[in-house]
């Protein structure tokens, strides 16, 4: 009788947690690792991040609908989503990208000699400003003025030589937003914030 109570007490504490981890996962935070050189220097390839849910709120799962977050998306956010291209793979073959926001809805944007303007104003926030942005891609043409579309968003790679972002792709649906990229864990020697 002893051994059983003893299994069965494993079996309840493995049960609650995963059911918190599941909650956890769904409501509150993901964990993600860096596979590419398209946000150098801010991440590293290989950089394990902290993305928080709740900044913009939790999307429940199978569905679009999402809960209240605590503040809205803004220029110079760095986000984890799934890109248009993805979202017609089934949901278990999606490959969320992490950019910075750029555009916003209703702006426009453009790029020009590697800086970037909104509404025909250069942007001048260090987070932004200390990078410079290549002309490629559809969206990115020399000359080449892009209107955000409602619930939509421009997001560009810091290392926009290697980047394929809203360049090449277009928007960034705001429905497909999993949350903002908020602080990196591992490795060690790189612990801190993401800015």
């Known amino acids: 009788m002893k051994k059983k ?16 981890v599941i909650i956890l996962k769904i409501f509150f935070f993901q964990m993600y690792k860096i596979p590419t050189t398209s946000m150098v220097p801010t991440l590293m390839p290989g950089d394990k991040i902290f993305v928080s849910k709740l900044n913009y709120g ?9 809960l209240p977050g605590f503040s809205k998306i ?7 989503f799934v890109p248009p291209q993805e979202v017609t793979q089934p949901w278990y073959r ?3 990208y992490i950019k910075r926001v750029i555009g916003l809805p209703g702006e426009t944007v453009q790029i020009k000699k590697g800086n970037i303007y ?13 990078f410079s942005y290549y002309n490629q891609g559809d969206y990115g043409k020399v000359g ?3 209107l955000v579309p409602d619930d939509k968003y421009f997001c560009l790679g810091d290392n926009s030589i290697s980047s394929k972002d809203s360049r090449y792709w277009g928007f960034v649906d705001k429905k497909q937003i999993i949350g ?5 864990w591992w490795p060690p020697k790189r612990i801190g914030m993401i800015e």
């Open 5 to 20: 109570s003893v299994i069965r007490e494993w079996v309840e504490s493995i049960v609650v947690a995963a059911v918190l």
């Open 58 to 66: 939790p999307k429940l799962p199978f569905g679009f609908f999402r």
């Open 74 to 80: 803004q220029r110079g956010d760095v986000i984890v």
């Open 94 to 96: 999606r490959k969320p």
């Open 118 to 130: 909104v509404d025909d104003k250069e942007i001048l926030a260090p987070e932004i400003a200390v």
């Open 144 to 146: 080449k003025k892009i």
């Open 180 to 184: 903002e990229a908020i602080f990196i």
